[in-house]
């Protein structure tokens, strides 16, 4: 798949209302999770279909061997938008660490969905061989 092929899909998902699911949406941080989750930011949630759509971003696409499926990492070329999401721990209502990628994956029951990421998690996973870089779209 390109770029175009990909972002058509999310466009999709994002038409259907399905791409920001609740667990990832800061409008629902009041709710407490049992495990650790992002949340993107208010900037990029309010913003994330003209972000999505104005294609100003590189995307790598990582084959994930613990899922047997695909993870794609959003890079951002626009530095306005640098705070993408945050981590929120266990239990909590308030955010914590800054995330700074985007991510994308296509679960088998929610379908195209996006989150955050810190980009040492995903070094790190690299590292211990879980993604393996599959393409990087620009």
């Known amino acids: 798949m390109d770029k175009d092929e990909i ?3 999310w466009t999709g998902s994002i038409e259907n209302g399905t791409f920001l ?15 650790f989750r992002t949340v993107l930011t208010p900037q990029m949630s309010s913003s ?3 972000f999505i759509h104005s294609r100003n971003f ?8 613990r899922f047997n499926n695909f ?3 959003i890079l951002s070329s626009d530095p306005s938008y640098s705070r ?6 266990s239990g909590s209502i308030q955010t914590g660490s800054l995330c700074d990628r985007l991510v994308v994956v296509s679960g ?6 996006i989150m955050g990421e810190d980009s040492a998690t995903i070094n790190q996973e ?9 393409a990087s779209l620009k």
Not at 21 to 35: F, G, R
Not at 58 to 65: E, G, H, K
Request: hydrophobic share 30%; glycine share 6%; net charge negative.
């Open 7 to 9: 972002i058509n899909q």
């Open 48 to 50: 994330l279909e003209n």
């Open 71 to 73: 993870y794609y990492e």
């Open 126 to 134: 690299i590292q211990n061989g879980r993604f393996v870089l599959s």
């Open 84 to 89: 993408l999401a945050n981590g929120v721990p």
């Open 108 to 113: 088998s029951q929610q379908g195209w969905h």
């Open 58 to 65: 590189s995307i790598n696409v990582y084959l994930d061997n």
């Open 21 to 35: 699911t609740p667990k990832h949406d800061p409008n629902n941080l009041s709710t407490a999770y049992a495990s």
